[in-house]
């Protein structure tokens, strides 16, 4: 076997030429630069870290109005509220047939806020207004039935002047013919007259005595008459008085049968806005209701926007700074950029031992369309001589106090510039329940630091405290 064959055929080795070394260089030098330019912020914070101060910061934001003055004085939450409310019911039951107002209508005094069904009050007044025409009347004939008495005494009264003038002359003439029968009657004892002349001066004797008595009789008819005829004027007088006093109640169950009518018409008490409507048309109303009746006891709420007032509710360790007649800044919870002013009218003489804080009520400088009865409100107590609530947007700045410092008898606050702190000097108010209110020096949105350590100054770089 020929093993030539088999045999495998190796190329000589060639020779291995030897390359340059700066490649290599340049590549450790690119990886060693890379190294140390990623490495160097680690490396920068890990000094900056261990060589800095660290602190912690507060960012200044704009608060309302009402929160920056919260700071400036004694502060309470409260309610704007009616000292003139009125829950207008009926005095009289009935069911509703007209209702004239609704939530948010603005009515005038006597305006007619509903009307009840009225025909029977109506119908009762109607017969009083009857009763009291006939009792009217019925004084007119009585004062004509008087004077009619009173002429019929007058009359009976000439009368017996008359008669009593009649009796005298006849007592007279009767005196006359005693007299003349006694002058005969001696003529004749003398023979001076005949019986003739005595019998007829007897005639005359007896038919004057006769008339006397006659006329004394007619006298006395006459002073019966008279006291009949003042004995009538009284009791026309005593009839005109019954009458008068009939009429009289006559016009009283007139006016309360109108009255009672003018009860269906439930009319506004003063001028204000109706609040609340409780009640509808076809709903019967009544002024006892019960709570187990199906009747309503009120048709609608009414207030008086002229008495609006604030009502706070301040805590007791706080009174102490409530001062009557003291000015107070009041703000609507709606409108919290918005002051109000106002004045401590009155100071509840007890607390409330379940809250801890006495009812206090402001009476407001000026009031507008904006204010409604039982809005929230924060009222902030101010002393007689300290300035009212700040209006600008740059005075609305609350901060910690603890970012407040004093540097060289500068008061003041460290501000933030990337990591260097500046000392910026500020106006402030004196510190209250660990906030103060900025005046001046701050604007919203800078990083003020919180608690400052006393050894920091202006243009010394910081880090950030990781929270």
């Not at 008495?307 to 509710?313: I, T």
């Not at 809250?355 to 009865?373: C, F, G, Q, S």
């Not at 501000?415 to 004196?430: C, K, N, P, Q, Y």
Request: proline letters at 4%; glycine letters at 6%; hydrophobic letters at 45%.
């Amino acid at each position: 076997m020929d093993l030539n064959a088999l045999k495998i055929e190796r190329q000589p080795k060639a020779k291995r030429r030897r390359g340059s070394p700066w490649p290599v260089r340049v590549a450790l030098l690119a990886i060693v630069g890379g190294g140390i330019t990623f490495a160097w912020p680690v490396l920068h914070d890990l000094y900056d870290d261990l060589s800095l101060p660290a602190v912690r910061t507060f960012r200044v934001v704009e608060t309302s109005r009402a929160g920056a003055a919260a700071v400036r004085g004694a502060a309470a939450n409260g309610y704007v509220v009616a000292a003139r409310r009125a829950a207008l019911s009926s005095d009289v039951p009935g069911r509703i047939v007209e209702m004239n107002v609704r939530e948010g209508s603005v009515v005038k005094k006597g305006f007619v806020v509903a009307r009840l069904f009225a025909d029977d009050y109506r119908a009762a007044w109607q017969r009083a207004e009857a009763d009291l025409t006939a009792a009217t009347t019925a004084v007119a004939r009585a004062r004509i039935s008087a004077r009619i008495a009173e002429r019929v005494a007058e009359e009976a009264e000439s009368s017996v002047e008359v008669a009593a003038e009649q009796v005298a002359e006849a007592r007279a003439a009767e005196e006359f013919a005693a007299t003349e029968l006694r002058r005969v009657e001696g003529l004749v004892a003398n023979g001076m007259a005949n019986q003739n002349r005595l019998q007829a001066a007897q005639r005359d004797l007896k038919s004057t005595a006769a008339r006397a008595r006659s006329l004394a009789a007619a006298h006395r008819n006459a002073v019966q008459r008279l006291a009949t005829a003042r004995a009538r004027a009284e009791l026309a007088a005593i009839d005109i008085q019954a009458a008068e006093q009939r009429e009289g109640a006559a016009r009283a169950a007139r006016d309360q049968a109108r009255a009672t009518l003018d009860k269906t018409d439930v009319k506004a008490p003063f001028d204000g806005i109706v609040v609340l409507k409780d009640a509808e048309v076809g709903e019967v109303v009544s002024p006892n209701a019960q709570g187990g009746s199906n009747a309503r006891g009120a048709i609608c709420t009414m207030v008086d926007l002229d008495s609006l007032e604030v009502q706070a509710n301040v805590p007791e360790t706080t009174l102490s700074s409530v001062r009557l007649g003291a000015p107070a800044d009041v703000f609507l919870d709606a409108f919290p950029d918005d002051r109000y002013e106002g004045t401590v009218d009155r100071i509840w003489p007890t607390a409330d031992r379940q809250k801890a804080t006495v009812e206090v009520r402001i009476r407001l400088a000026h009031k507008d369309e904006r204010l409604r009865p039982e809005m929230g409100v924060r009222i902030v107590f101010r002393r007689g001589d300290q300035p009212a609530a700040p209006t600008e947007p740059e005075h609305r700045i609350v901060v910690p106090a603890e970012t407040i410092v004093r540097v060289d008898g500068r008061t003041g606050a460290f501000v933030l510039d990337h990591d260097t702190v500046r000392f910026t000097e500020i106006s402030a108010a004196a510190p209250k329940s660990g906030r103060v209110a900025i005046d001046a020096g701050l604007a919203p949105d800078q990083l003020i630091v919180l608690d400052p350590p006393t050894t920091l100054r202006d243009g010394d770089r910081v880090r950030i405290r990781k929270q």
